[in-house]
């Protein structure tokens, strides 16, 4: 497979890339990238994305990514990525990955993490070869942020102080997610905690909808048992589509990117939108949303539990630490930006991004010049 090639003069801005790294093991096969974007804040944290197509520009884009939504949350860290290209159902996983720890071992601005294709297991070996990683698994100390549901508790905090920016009380207040896994599902919960009411979910298998609403614990016992929400019967089938334009306050997107477009945002019936996907809408339907005055808390705010949590692990931090910080940075964070979009009039996604530009920018003008 070939990538097309690193444009220096597309990416290069005021906080960087610092470092692009091509990364290639004749003897095992293993091709990657690393992009260490900025590191005033501190060594960059960010995922190991393993898929077949990864390319360049993505990893670019996802470790800018990493810049922001690390200052922002106030972390010790900077931002990076790395793209392994291969099938992450390889048989060779194991060889390709600690190949790749073994090609970064000098990398040592950048600390590993999972993504896509790469779990807790692979951050043991990646240990294991080079001595740093985050996301490790229980008895090598990591703190299993997906098992404890860490960015859907983010959420939930998101939730209660960006209510009463809508209007919205969240005891009975409606709530629909896309994407019923590791983020959807302890969003759902912890909101179910605060009296909200989930009256629709989906997954990649189907979608429900049930207006008195969905008892959760059911609903994930249904989908333990099925694979799918759609197991749970009391609910009514709908298209995964038609989820985005069901009655709800709450609206969570927790699976596709860009699931939110210009041709269903104005269907959306929520005040609040918690982004808990990745760029999980189109700039276009931001824009649309926002001068319709639904409040969206944009991803790299909303959705930083999970790093927040590595970061706490990679300090030697306990869960209870994580969790409390998640609390705290999520809380500060979505007041701090949907009060600066409201008195700067700019879209909460502008707000945030000039928030995490300026703390990396204080950060830069601590270092060093010579
Ligand atoms: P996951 O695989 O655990 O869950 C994703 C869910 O989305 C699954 O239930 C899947 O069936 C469903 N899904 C897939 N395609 C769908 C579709 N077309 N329609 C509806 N549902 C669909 O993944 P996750 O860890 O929950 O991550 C979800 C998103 O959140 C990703 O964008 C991820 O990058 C982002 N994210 C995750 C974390 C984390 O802590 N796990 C942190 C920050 C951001």
Redesign the pocket.
Known sequence: MTTAPFVWEKYCDELGPEKVVHLYDPQIGMRGFVVVDNTACGPAIGGVRMAADVTMDEVFRLARAMTLKNAAAGLPHGGGKAGIMADPRSSDKARLIRSFARSIREITSYIPGPDMGTDESCMGWIRDEIGRSVGLPRVLGGIP??ELG??GFGLARSAEVAAPFCQLKLQGARLAV???????RPAAQRLAELGVKLVAA???KGAIYQEQGIDVEQLIAAKHQSGSVTGYRQGTSIK?DDLFSVPCDILIP???PDCIHAKNAASIQAKLILQ???IPATSEAETLLHQRRVVIVPDFIA?A??VICASVEYHSGTQGMAFDTIAQKIRENTHDVLTRSKADKVEPRQAAIDLARERVRSAMLLRKKD
């Open positions: 942020l997906d860490a960015t896309e994407g019923f896994g590791n983020v959807g989906s997954d990649s995964p927790a699976a596709r808990g996907a990745n959705n539990g999970g």
